[in-house]
Nanobody
């Protein structure tokens, strides 16, 4: 399935925006199920956004209307645009893929994803 590498994390003030990127080492972005997860200290990993082969998306309620997942098939890269950041968005953010020939219907169940990046830290201060 290749490697996934997140970038774009950092520090932000509440209300600001950040964009995360996830570059894949092999050409999986056009076809695989893809998602962003996050894990805050002392909390369980949370699925927050997913996208399928045809661009259909789903979001967790905690980020709906603030975060947008997208992908660039030509660049083999997944993105997460995060707007109106809140201190509770502070976490390590991971991208993940589900190995499949094609993906119809995005999903957020973490145990179905078999390829993970190492994560990037996002810290939001009030």
């Amino acid at each position: 399935a290749g490697r996934l590498a997140e970038s774009g994390g950092g520090s932000a003030q509440a209300g600001e925006s950040l964009t995360l990127s996830c570059a894949a080492s092999v050409n999986i972005i056009p076809t695989h199920c893809l998602a962003w997860f996050r894990q805050a200290p002392g909390k369980e990993r949370e699925g927050i956004a997913a996208i399928d082969s045809v661009g259909e998306t789903t979001y967790a309620d905690s980020v709906k209307d603030r975060f947008t997942i997208s992908k660039d098939n030509a660049e083999n890269t997944l993105f997460l645009q995060m707007n109106n950041l809140k201190p509770e968005d502070t976490a390590v953010y991971y991208c993940a893929s589900h190995t499949t020939g094609s993906c119809y219907g995005p999903f957020l169940q973490s145990d179905l994803y078999d390829n993970w990046g190492r994560g990037t830290q996002v810290t939001v201060s009030s």
